[in-house]
């Protein structure tokens, strides 16, 4: 690749992003083990602190299991209007180096600079400036990663984590994915990894060593991704204002469901989130999911899709409840609902979000 044609992409991602803002907000909880989420036996922490982390705290642990592990932890109830309202400070300071961005959750995204507003040659300074601005303007700190391609770069924003940045150059960028455990590979999972484990795959240097017939034979669709990222190539390019796949919503209830009324409610309810969020965008979608999570943790999923978007909220709502009721009668109890609508269209061509519907 011409030295011309190298992109140059910046993967931005906030520091323990909802814990901070709450930290800014509160002194008092500066420099304590924070985890914004349910206290309650039956919650769920959504993000923790730097202090927390050290505990053993992370985001999507069970509350109960948090507090054990740190008999300290100060909860804090999500604030998810703040968190919103920070990231919208966040994006539009991106917008003012870039247009090509291309948001993955509130606090993190990509960033296209190969070309910029202000004509900033180096990526590096780019991303040292957009960091500055977010301290000056939100007293909070973001980490990032500078590469060629977005795959190197997520990688990168990881490794001075927090309030640093770290450059994969083309010219590391090999040997840097050669000495990496596949298990830190962004999109290579533990059930994946674990396969690959099994396969004698245990580093970059493993994986680009396998041909991609072995891949495609043991990994089928996903194998060309790792042919191709055990090399440091990653062609996808930054989509601004990337559409959305999918809008759900789910919870996890304070008690098992045992009965198929609750859980007839319960679907009820997160398809009143999903609707709602519909109303509101516009969004249309032709297939409907339910998820379900029994208290012994198995999950299964149910899904219906429709020739034609789906137009009416009694219609979506027929479709939930005909495909939960599959499950009946209960042979377990139920610890989690979700109701998700997908392959989605917006005839109204309204901007599509790219924020996640908060859960319940």
Sequence with gaps: MAEKDVRKIIHLDMDAFYASVEQRDNPNLRGQPVAVGGSRERGVVMAASYEARKFGVRSAMPS???RRKCATLIFVPPRMEVYKAVSREIRNIFAQYTPQIEPLSLDE?????????KNIASATQVAQEIRAHILAQTGLTASAGISYNKFLAKLASDQNKPNGQYVITPAMGAAFVENLAVGKFHGIGPVTAAK???LGIFTGADLRNQTLAFLQEHFGKAGPWYHAISRGIDERPVVADRPRKSVGSETTFAQDLNQSADVEAGVK???DDVWAYCERTKIVGRTVTVKIKYADFQIVTRSHSSLAPIADKPTAERISLDLVRSIFPLQKHVRLLG???SNLSA?????PSQMALELR
Aim: aromatic letters at 4%; hydrophobic letters at 50%.
């Design 64 to 66: 109960v299991t948090a």
């Design 109 to 117: 995204a990509y960033l296209d600079v190969t070309t910029n507003l």
């Design 196 to 198: 690959m484990n099994g």
């Design 269 to 271: 309810a997160m398809l």
């Design 339 to 341: 109701v998700s609508l």
């Design 347 to 351: 005839p109204d061509a309204t901007e």
